[in-house]
């Protein structure tokens, strides 16, 4: 499975992006994909997922403000992210759960000024 994440950019605080990844390959294999971001010097963590069976989950710093959808038809999913705060700035990644593997995509930046 490949992975092609875009939509980054640079936003003021309380303002508002799209984060896009389209997966192509063996996309019906796919158990889960999520959006990780890695803020600098710190580890990469797991904002939101969703599974095959559109279960999705969040951390709890972006729940009520980030939302997770999937357009299967299209292959791509979705990170709609509102109300930005400083401290969402950071790499995002797009992943994908196939099986015992991961696939991961190239990062997009995400900055939001104060």
């Known amino acids: 499975v490949q992975l092609q994440a875009s939509g980054g950019g640079l936003v003021q605080a309380g303002g508002s992006l799209r984060l896009s990844c389209a997966a192509s390959g063996s996309t019906f294999s796919i158990n889960r994909m999520g959006w990780y971001r890695q803020a600098p010097g710190k580890q990469r963590e797991l904002v939101a997922a969703?599974?095959?069976?559109?279960?999705?989950d969040y951390v709890d710093s972006v729940k009520g403000r980030f939302t997770i959808s999937a357009d299967n038809a299209k292959k791509i999913v979705y990170l709609q992210m509102n109300s930005l705060k400083p401290e969402d700035t950071g790499v995002y990644y797009c992943?994908?759960?196939?099986?015992?593997?991961?696939?991961w995509g190239q990062g997009t930046l995400v900055t939001v000024s104060s």
């Open positions: 969703i599974t095959s069976g559109g279960s999705t």
């Open positions: 992943n994908a759960i196939i099986g015992r593997f991961s696939s």
